[in-house]
């Protein structure tokens, strides 16, 4: 089938075979059909969706685009943990060194931003000299040596999720359980773990916003990991706020580094020991979550997971030396709450586009990125506030865009007589 009459056959709402697929993604990753044409296929696949086998394919096609890594000599448990996207999610940064300082093998292959979610690959460049883009060799090194590296999808592992992942990040074709599968499925399986945990995000700030959209994607991502032999687990945690006490580029960096010294939000620890203590379980180290979550407690406690932070920056020739003066943003401005009473919701899709605003995502491809740039949250839902208490501090090095995610970020928070309970897990 020639690749336009594939794409009409998706608009048209019909099914594609296998090697259909495999002929589409090998011809974008290379450039044999251009942007436009891709967007039209992505558009379509978010209107029609897609079969589970035609799920499976996109996934294996998507995997096969690049190198696979194996760890033969390896008697560690390999893992690998992975979240749909949030605002102010950065467990990936607090849960990686965790893990291998329990004696996993870490072998991580993050994202960029996405809309309006962060990405842990931008918030890790946000440390002077930190490489994200490595040879496949070197990335195998480096876990080999200390047990972690993050660094994101490459021309030769999943370069199908580096090109489609950049293209619908621009293209508003991100909300769609196929191609999310796909985009993360792929970038997992590639790393050659035993396990897997993903942290599936439900709320205003998440790409699924009911729990049945997240159980639809939970369950095809966890049917895709039985199909390649990947042992998965699922946890469904709450995006209607922002996790932890930020959300940005060099300040959750900075959050995640109190973190892993002991100083980390309740919210934020909460999802880190829930996530940590499946891959715990599935390890074999502890038999159930309690023992798991003191295992990690521990691991915080004795100073072994910030040293190991401090070893994976070390060996992807990173600079912490000078934390407190690393990105001092030019600009600051608070917002103030405009009324008495308590935090009842606060509106984290507009929270994570007012981020973007600052200079922590892309609008378009070629946009650069503000390192300085992020939002401190001094209440959360349920806080009780007073009239002009602060409520946000943003903050960046361009007045412009302060501005206006200021505007943004005015109509983000509902203040009300209730004192609501905020539940983390579903
Ligand atoms: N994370 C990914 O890696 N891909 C997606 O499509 C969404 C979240």
């Given at each position: 089938m020639n690749l336009k009459n594939l794409i009409d056959s998706k608009i048209n709402g019909k099914d594609i075979s296998q090697s259909d697929i495999e002929s589409l993604i090998n011809a974008f990753v290379n450039n044999k059909i251009n942007d436009k044409s891709m967007t039209v296929f992505l558009k379509a696949v978010q209107t029609h969706g897609m079969t589970t086998k035609e799920t499976i394919a996109l996934t294996n096609a998507m995997l096969n685009s690049g190198e696979r890594i194996e760890f033969p000599a390896s008697d560690n448990y390999i893992a690998d943990k992975h979240s749909t996207g949030g605002v102010g999610d950065k467990v990936s940064l607090i849960l990686g060194p965790l893990l291998a300082a329990g004696g996993l093998t870490i072998p991580m292959l993050a994202g960029r931003s996405l809309a309006h979610t962060g990405g842990t690959i931008d918030k890790l460049e946000s440390?002077?000299?930190?490489?994200?883009?490595?040879s496949t060799k070197d990335f195998k090194n480096n876990v080999e040596e200390i047990g972690i590296c993050i660094m994101s999808q490459t021309d030769s592992i999943c370069p199908a999720d580096k090109k489609m992942y950049a293209l619908r990040d621009v293209t508003d074709t991100i909300n769609s359980v196929p191609l999310i599968c796909g985009s993360i499925m792929s970038k997992k399986i590639a790393e050659g773990i035993d396990g897997l945990v993903l942290d599936i995000k439900i709320g205003n700030g998440a790409f699924m916003k009911t729990i049945d959209q997240g159980i639809k994607l939970g369950s095809a991502l966890q049917n895709i990991g039985k199909t390649f032999d990947v042992k998965t687990d699922v946890v469904y945690s709450s995006m209607d706020q922002p996790l932890g006490k930020t959300a940005g580029m060099w300040c959750e960096v900075k959050e995640s580094i109190e973190a892993l010294k002991g100083k980390g939000a309740s919210d934020l620890m909460h999802v880190v020991f829930e996530l940590g203590s499946k891959l715990l379980v599935q390890a074999g180290i502890s038999n159930d979550s309690t023992a798991a979550v003191s295992i990690q407690k521990d691991l915080i406690a004795s100073g072994k997971a910030y040293n190991k932070f401090e070893d994976m920056v070390r060996q992807q020739k990173g600079s912490i030396n000078k934390v407190n003066k690393i990105h001092s943003p030019k600009y600051e401005q608070i917002i103030f709450a405009h009324e008495s009473g308590f935090i009842e919701e606060m509106d984290s899709l507009n929270i994570g586009w007012a981020t973007v605003e600052l200079g922590c995502g892309r609008r378009a491809k070629p946009d650069i990125l503000d390192p300085s740039a992020g939002i401190d949250f001094i209440y959360k839902i349920g806080d009780e506030v007073k009239m002009g208490d602060p409520i946000f501090k943003c903050f960046n090095s361009n007045k412009q865009k302060l501005l206006s995610a200021t505007k943004l970020l005015n109509d983000s928070i509902k203040i009300g007589p209730s004192q609501v309970n905020h539940s983390l897990f579903f």
């Open positions: 440390i002077p000299g930190f490489q994200t883009n490595l």
